[in-house]
């Protein structure tokens, strides 16, 4: 079994601004370079059978190149507890748009629907995060609008400091019908 998701890979710039702005947090669990991403879909623990499926099905997926740009610092909470910061994208309904995309896909080969609301964003911490979150980031994130040719689809193995990530295929424009795993 694998536990799979499908995500944007980031600019080495965008990652390198998000990891200078990192601090502040008491309780933060801050993200490595390799874990920064934006998740279009987690897929969960499948057999390899089903992840050549995955591969196949990712692989039709119409994509146009993005332009997206840093926005919003925002957190999500368990049980009232805030467990996670992020930094969120825009334009959101292009996102948005292709999340669906990869969703409907998915559903083609027997992955159940998302059942969540899609909020498009980028870790940047994990833990028990107490104090003042506006201390997030602690100065501009200066990126420019940073553009994104392709999604990919990852494996996730837990680590001793917070998940390993690897790339295991990726898609690009006019890769349509093509697997790649």
Known sequence: MIRLFVALELPIVVRDELLA????????????????HLTLRYIGEVDRHTARD?????????????????????????????????????????????????????????????TRAFVPHITVARGRLVGDLGGFPVRPLPVAPFAISGFALWESRPGSDGSDYEVLARYRPGDAGHGHW
């Open 54 to 114: 995955v591969d196949a099905a990712l692989a039709g997926v119409n994509f146009q190149p993005l332009t997206l740009s840093l926005d919003r610092v925002g957190s999500f909470d368990r049980r009232g507890r805030i467990d996670t910061l992020w930094v969120g994208v825009t334009p959101q309904a292009e996102v948005a748009a292709l999340a669906q995309r990869v969703d409907a896909a998915l559903a083609r080969v027997g992955i159940a629907p998302e």
């Open 21 to 36: 702005a990192m601090g502040g947090v008491a309780g933060a669990r801050w993200q490595r370079d390799d874990q920064l």
